[in-house]
C-alpha cells in the first residue's frame, strides 16, 4: 500500500469501501491532513471547505448559530466519517461552522480528485451515494423530532441510541461530548438538559454520574412523552 499517510486514512473509512489501494493512493495525493486543536474551526458557516473532508481522529460538531449564544449542533463527527460532501462536491459554501470538540486531525482530499475518481469507480460512487442518501434521511428525522417530539423525548431517544441494540438489563453509557454540546444537539439550554436528567433520575428510569449514565428502565425510557 501507498506509504502516503492520507492514503493510510482514507483506506480506512467506510466511504472508500471496496475501493482499490492504487486508486485511493491516486486520490489522495493532493491530500491533506488538518491538526485541530479543542475549539479551533475547520471552517466557519459561509467560508469555503478544504476538500472532501472526513475525521481521522477526534471528534468534531457541526453547528449553526441563528445568534451569539444560540447554538444547534446538526451533528458529531466521529473518526472514520465524512462531512460536508454536498456543499465541497457543488463549491459552495459551507452551511455550518466545523469545530472541533476535542483535538482532531481532518482529512481534506482535493474535489477534482474525488470527481475523477467518481467517474472511474463504481464501489466509491456507490458509497458516496448511499452516504449523501443517509445524511438526507437523518436530516429529515432531525426536523421530524424537532417538530414532534418534546425535549424530554428528544433527550430518551438520544441516550437509547448511545445504548444501541442491547436491551438486557442496565447499560452504562457515557456522553461523547460535554452536556453544552449535548444541549444544544436537542435543541434546550444546559440548564434545561441537567433539569430533565434530574427529572429522569428521579422517576429511576436512569442513574446519571457527571458524563455517565445507566439507564435503569429502557422499556419506560423510550415511552417517556
Known sequence: MSQNPCARIACGLVLFRGVSERRIGMATRGARL????????????????????ALASGSLKLSVSARPRDEHVLRLVAAGESFGEAAALRAAPAPFDAVAVTDAKVLAIPVDAIELLLRRDAAFAHNLLDRLAAEILRLLTGIEAGMLQRAPQRLASYLCT???????????????VSKTVVAAMLGVKKETLSRMLRDLSERHLIAVSRREITILDRARLEGVR
Open 34 to 53: 488538518v491538526s485541530l486543536r479543542s475549539v479551533d474551526a475547520l471552517v466557519r458557516h459561509g467560508g469555503p471547505l478544504p476538500g472532501l473532508c
Open 162 to 176: 448511545l445504548a444501541g441494540s442491547d436491551r438486557a438489563g442496565a447499560r452504562r453509557v457515557s456522553l461523547p
